[in-house]
């Protein structure tokens, strides 16, 4: 059973940084691509940030490039994404999910198994 334990959010400010981490129970943690998602009310989620298996191909949607960044811990099983420049539009709920097939790692119906999520509010 593959589980992923989102951690990280909270309140930051506009023009502020936050990291998330997103710990899983991946035995073949390098195995898998991974991706950080978010969805704010009443939109779709979205994919913000994704990294492949090999750590090769990494996407971020334009709304975070430049200020966003995905990584990973291959040691610790762990994938993480730094927050810098938080805008309010970034208030969300972000989720992690992770795959191991393959496909448009941007996609959110190539990933198999997601997080329960950790609220990001960003004030003005």
């Known amino acids: 059973q593959v589980q992923l334990v989102e951690s990280g959010g909270g309140l930051g400010q506009a023009g502020g940084s936050l990291r998330l981490s997103c710990a899983t129970s991946?035995?073949?943690?390098?195995?898998?691509?991974m991706g950080w998602f978010r969805q704010a009310p009443g939109k779709e989620r979205e994919c913000v940030a994704s990294?492949?298996?090999?750590?090769?191909?990494?996407y971020y949607a334009d709304s975070v490039k430049g200020r966003f960044t995905i990584s990973r811990d291959v040691a610790k099983n762990t994938v993480y994404l730094q927050m810098n420049s938080l805008k309010p539009e970034d208030t969300a709920v972000y989720y992690c999910a992770s795959t191991n097939g393959g496909g448009s790692i941007y996609s959110r119906a190539l990933y198999d198994y997601w997080g329960q999520g950790t609220q990001v509010t960003v004030s003005s």
């Open positions: 991946i035995r073949t943690f390098s195995s898998y691509t």
């Open positions: 990294i492949s298996w090999s750590g090769v191909r990494k």
